[in-house]
Structures are given as structure tokens and as C-alpha cells.
């Protein structure tokens, strides 16, 4: 099997993300990742490159993603045997065209380093989504920016705290049981935040696998039950003129991000 | 001020982290980011390209990130009057060379699109990061694939749930308190699970500031409390021989990537 090497000085999570992105679109072919994060000496460059020279001596010429920022660095890389796909070599010559100016080759200025307010935002929206995770505290759904409302298991708390650790969003979640369903309007604990309400909505049968995962057996994942509660809860959103999603076959970040773009929330950090 | 356009047929997630990436070496320039993400259509990419021309002819040329996979969409933001920065574009060529195959083309082959098994994974991961946060839930700690100790706001429950999220990783958090320092060993609770122990400690001047925030006054946020609160952790882990990391000044992706690096973690789902 092909080997592709992941190097970076920092965290890994750029290259990661595109490796991840660009391999993607190669479907049928297995590649073998190999993280290669906080490399940020000549020395440790230089035994990446015996690996990557060892796996073309064993095999297929590996692929090497890079992403670091010392140009001395990079260059060390690019002696070795792989392909290199690097990002800073690629791009930053004609950023640095555009902008006129040189870039700083300066490791970790991504990710906040020494941002206390950006981990502020987010330490404080990951707390709000915590303490209001599944309807368990209902006041103060006023500093909300969203409130995610649902059955159980359409993805309500992972989109929670993903909005929080990605845009330090404030979101709330609402689980919506069989007391919240034939009423008139929205359920009382909702009243004055109907602006703020975002539903979430699966397909029965994808809710039921997931419920079978947690609590096999039982009412709980009965594709009876199931189809009922969608059905009671997507009469809700359209009673109360609540916009809201379908979530089947959606990754955490696919729903989060659409959120973001329906609702028009904005990043609340920036590092 | 200069406008950036990130331009994406899906969650936009790549196109972000690259293009923060790149931007953040040129740490002296401030430029507006706009996203435009879902974009998969012509109508929507021209509609893109009639807001990047209407910048370039206000002010400066702006920057346009892309990663649109479809060949003909790319080729329609090519012609705007922005300087492309695209990835599919740059890269793709490259890879389909080395793995002699053609690219895919397909939109959302990323993040999941229909994966239950990784969707359940963090699914359980992040389930369990609620469930064993802060020393609430002590059993079952064996199921942990790391358990964070640490006295409160070392970052404990943000990178619990950001390696659950991120990497499928099942995350515990115990909290140190007064009643943990000073014994031999480590605490009961952690009886037994020693090997899955990772300490995250923080500089005392900075753990005030952080706790000031969230609870100001009082003995819990005053920098004595702190300092001995910190020496009582960090003689805990020398005691014991927990290996530990000082979290001061670091973001959460960089405490989670540091500790999947240290404790030789790996993710537990891929799309």
C-alpha cells in the first residue's frame, strides 16, 4: 500500500485537512496516512526523510503533504524520494505578489498561541452548550445564539459543541418528547426565543439504527416510535414556521456548517 | 481593507483552514474573510463572482481560496477579477500522476457524506467525553483511551470533547482538588487506570485570569489559590509519574494534537 506522510511544525491540522480533502478525491485507492506533527528542527526533518526514503526503497513512491513554514525546512523535504504537494511553497509566493510584503515564516501563528480571548469565546460557548445540553437548564436561553431543537439522536449535542469549539457559537439544544407534540405553538420553554429556534430532522429509519446503537431494544428504537416522533416533530417546525434540516447522512461538521449558513451565524473568535 | 472570498461546494472547512493558514504569515495585514460555502452551482459561483469584481473595482484586488471540485465551476472563478488561490486546481494534476488515475470530481466525498460507522464513533466518543467530565462519573474509566487530570481550567473538558469530536478519541476528565494533594500515589478513583493518566497543568498568573472570568473574586480565582493549586498538581505528577503538559498559552487544537502525540493516540474513524 502507498504511504502518504503528513509533515507539519504545528498542530498537523492544515495538512491534515487537506491531505484529507485532495485524497478524497481518489476514492478507490487505499493510502496509508503517517502524522508527522510539531517537526520543527533540521534534525527532525531529516528522519521524516529516511522514512519517507524507506518506503519508496519497500514500495510505491509515497506522497508527501507539507505544510511547514521554515523554507530552509521545506527545502530538506523536498530532497527526499516522495511527491510533495506543499502548500506554503505553492501559495505564499503569490500571496506575497498580492500583498506586497514578505511572508513571516514565523511557526505557530496559527491556532492562537497566547490568545486568551479567542479561547475566552470558545471556553465559554463549549460551557454554555454543556450546561444547556438536552433541555436541562431552559433559562437563559436569551444568550443563546441558536437553540437546536429535536428529537433525541438527530444530532443535536455534537452540533452543539461543535459550533462552540469551531465558531465559539452559543447553542443550546431542546430534545422534543411527547408532551412537546399537538400543541399549539412551540413548547412553553421555547416562548420568547422563537427567533433563536433551529430544527433538527432525520430520516425514521437511519434514527432508528442510531437509537438501536445506544438502547437496542425497547420502545426507545422502534421504527414504530421512530417515524412517529419525526413525523410529530417536523409537524412542529412547519406549525411554528421553524426553518429545520435533515440531518440523514450528515457529518457532524456537514450539519454544523449548514447551520451556520442557514441560520447566518457568524465566527465569534478569530485567532 | 482587502476582502478574501473562500469559495466551497461544501462545508467550507478546507478552504478555511488553509486559507487561515496561509494568511496568518502575513500576520500585519488585516483582511475581511467571506465565506461562501455549499456554493455548487454556475448561477451561485457567478453570483460569487459578481460580489469578488464589485470588490475588486471598490478597493483592493481581493483573494479568492477555492476548492470547488468541479473542473467547469473552478474554471468560472477563475475569470474573476480576484487572485486565485486554489487547491484543486494546484494539486490535483500532481496526484493524479503519482496514483495514475483520474480525480473523482464528486462533491462531499469528504466528511462522511453517509458514513454511520464514523459518525457513530464520535457519536460514543463525545457521549462518553459528557458523560466522565469532571470527575462525575468515575467508573468505567477503563474505557477511556485517555484520561485528563488536572486542577479546574487547565483545559480538561475543551480537549476531552475536542479529541472525542475530532478524533473519535474517548476522553475522561478529573478534576484535582484540595482533597487529592498531598497523598501518596494518585487519587482512588484513579486506582487501576494509572497508564491512561495525561496531566494538563497551566502557569498560575494565567489560571487566574482564566478563573477570574468565570468566577471573579473569591478564593477560587485569587493567584495564591492558584499558585498552591498548581504546585500541589505538578508535584502530583512528578510524584506519580504522570506525564504532563503546560498548557499556558496554547489553543485546544494544540493541547489535543499534543496529547494524541505524546500518549501516541489515533484517531478512531476516517470518512
Redesign the interface.
Known amino acids: 500500500m502507498?504511504t502518504s506522510f503528513l509533515v507539519s511544525d504545528?498542530?498537523?491540522?492544515?495538512v491534515d485537512?487537506?491531505a484529507?480533502?485532495?485524497?478524497?478525491?481518489?476514492?478507490?485507492?487505499e493510502i496509508r496516512r503517517e502524522n508527522h506533527?510539531?517537526v520543527s528542527s533540521a534534525a527532525e526533518v531529516d528522519r521524516v526523510v529516511e522514512d519517507i526514503d524507506a518506503a519508496a526503497r519497500d514500495g510505491e513512491?509515497p506522497?508527501v503533504f507539507c505544510?511547514l513554514?521554515d523554507p530552509a525546512l521545506r527545502e530538506r523535504v523536498h530532497r527526499s524520494a516522495g511527491?510533495c504537494?506543499d502548500?506554503?511553497d505553492?501559495?505564499?509566493p503569490?500571496?506575497e505578489r498580492?500583498?506586497g510584503?514578505t511572508?513571516?515564516?514565523?511557526v505557530g501563528?496559527?491556532?492562537?498561541?497566547?490568545?486568551?480571548q479567542?479561547?475566552?469565546a470558545?471556553?465559554?460557548a463549549?460551557?454554555y452548550a454543556?450546561g444547556h445540553?438536552d433541555g436541562t437548564v431552559t433559562r437563559d436561553y436569551d444568550r443563546a445564539d441558536v437553540i437546536l431543537v429535536g428529537v433525541s439522536r438527530t444530532g443535536k449535542?455534537?452540533t452543539s459543541?461543535?459550533l462552540a469549539?469551531q465558531f465559539g457559537i452559543k447553542a443550546a439544544n431542546y430534545p422534543l418528547t411527547e408532551e412537546d407534540f399537538g400543541i399549539e405553538g412551540v413548547p412553553e420553554a421555547l416562548h420568547g426565543v422563537k427567533s433563536h429556534l433551529f430544527g433538527l430532522t432525520t430520516d425514521a429509519d437511519?434514527l432508528q439504527?442510531?437509537r438501536q446503537?445506544?438502547r437496542p431494544g425497547g420502545t426507545y428504537s422502534s421504527l414504530a416510535q421512530c417515524q412517529h416522533e419525526v413525523r410529530e416533530a417536523e409537524a412542529l417546525f412547519r406549525r411554528a414556521n421553524i426553518p429545520s434540516l435533515n440531518t440523514a447522512?450528515?457529518?457532524?461538521?456537514?450539519i454544523a456548517?449548514?447551520v451556520v449558513?442557514r441560520v447566518g451565524l457568524r465566527r465569534n473568535w478569530r485567532?
Request: no cysteine.
Open positions: 502507498r504545528h498542530t498537523g491540522i492544515t485537512t487537506l484529507h480533502s485532495l485524497l478524497s478525491q481518489f476514492p478507490g485507492i506533527s510539531f513512491t506522497l505544510t513554514v511527491i504537494v502548500v506554503f505553492s501559495f505564499l503569490t500571496l498580492a500583498l510584503v511572508a513571516s515564516s514565523a501563528l496559527l491556532h492562537g498561541v497566547g490568545n486568551d479567542g479561547y475566552q470558545r471556553l465559554e463549549i460551557d454543556m445540553d449535542t455534537p459543541l461543535y469549539m437511519r439504527r442510531i446503537q445506544r447522512g450528515m457529518s457532524i461538521e456537514e456548517t449548514a449558513a485567532e
